[in-house]
């Protein structure tokens, strides 16, 4: 039974900064593909970004990157968000994901992850 845990999501003022947690387990896969979505309400999840576990590059919504910084910690098989430079237009609920079979080229597609977190919010005023 597959199970992500995120954490770090809060309420900031604008230019400030978050960092998400997520913590994977139950995977029986050595590497696995890992991301980070977000929803606003009345607008459709996007991706913002992710990573193939395991020293893959990580890859990023236009509209992050710059500010948004993707990291793992193989040892606790947690990746992480860094978000800097925060604006009002990035509040919404974000949500991590994984697939151990995500096409790169999709990799922004929520349609690719099988396995979801329960949210956490992030709030820029």
């Known amino acids: 039974h597959v199970q992500l845990v995120e954490s770090g999501g809060g309420s900031v003022q604008a230019g400030g900064s978050l960092r998400l947690s997520c913590a994977a387990s139950g995977y029986s896969y050595f590497r696995f593909w890992m991301g980070w979505f977000r929803q606003a309400p009345g607008l459709e999840r996007e991706g913002v970004a992710a990573?193939?576990?395991?020293?893959?590059?990580?890859y990023y919504a236009d509209s992050v990157k710059g500010r948004f910084s993707m990291s793992e910690d193989n040892a606790k098989n947690t990746v992480y968000l860094q978000m800097d430079s925060l604006k009002p237009e990035d509040t919404a609920m974000y949500y991590c994901?994984?697939?151990?079979?995500?096409?790169?080229?999709?990799?922004?597609?929520?349609?690719?992850?099988?396995?979801w977190g329960q949210g956490t919010q992030v709030t820029v005023s």
């Open positions: 990573i193939y576990t395991g020293g893959g590059d990580a």
């Open positions: 994901a994984a697939d151990p079979d995500v096409s790169r080229g999709f990799w922004f597609r929520p349609d690719q992850y099988a396995d």
